[in-house]
């Protein structure tokens, strides 16, 4: 067990809705990440938590708001999704920047999200 | 800009030759770089940092500041190394990854 889970692992939804995936950690980790991976883009990072309350926006954050009121949960939302949105999300988790250095971001499975 | 850039999408070899995963950085400051690979259905894993220096699989990868390079290889490639294979750079200024576009390794039997 890697300490950290999402879910759904799989969602298809219609375009407008709302959606929102969850990502729990186990490890008491401070800093947690939403990532998207599109085919050619790599991983681009959507929102960032370091502590409970404390997010900040990363490079793809349009359409996309989260929230993080315990230490173990993150959620991402979508407010409104697109066909644009469809794509596999990822969550990870780091300790510390100096863990980070040394043990890098751990990962979870990932959502694959459909919208159509 | 920071940014990464690893220029092949796919890469194919035969088994038993040798690997080099290419991977270019541009960052202003003391840059971190790290390799991390998806093996089919599987998370994200990390595979080498640049600061422990240590060979992972078979893998190395030295980083090159004057050509701000911090390539991959592997001098006889597996079919267990197929894979896809990402290039990362920590910056300085919060705890953020800057990734690469990714590169699919295939190694043909």
């Known amino acids: 067990d890697a300490g950290i889970t999402q879910s759904p692992r799989h969602k298809v939804t219609e375009t407008g809705t709302p959606v929102t995936l969850r990502c729990h950690q186990t490890e008491n980790h401070r800093y947690m990440y939403w990532y998207r991976q599109d085919p050619g883009h790599g991983l681009r990072l959507i929102h960032y938590s370091y502590g409970v309350k404390d997010t900040d926006k990363g490079e793809v954050s349009d359409g996309y708001s989260v929230s993080r009121s315990k230490t173990e949960d993150f959620l991402l939302t979508l407010e409104s999704a697109t066909s644009s949105q469809t794509s596999v999300y990822f969550c990870a988790i780091s300790e510390s920047k100096l863990s980070h250095s040394y043990y890098g971001y751990t990962f979870g499975s990932g959502t694959r999200l459909t919208v159509v | 800009a920071q940014r990464v850039t690893q220029p092949e999408k796919l890469l194919s070899v035969f088994k038993g030759a040798p690997v080099e995963l290419k991977c270019n950085y541009s960052?202003?400051?003391?840059?971190?770089l790290f390799w991390y690979v998806q093996y089919s259905r599987q998370r994200l894993q990390l595979l080498l940092r640049h600061i422990s220096r240590e060979s992972i699989k078979g893998f190395t990868a030295d980083l090159n500041k004057g050509e701000t390079s911090f390539h991959l290889k592997k001098p006889f490639a597996q079919e267990e190394d197929s894979a896809m294979y990402y290039c990362a750079l920590k910056v300085d200024s919060n705890y953020q990854l800057i990734w690469g576009a990714g590169t699919k390794l295939i190694i043909k039997p």
């Open positions: 960052y202003s400051g003391s840059p971190e």
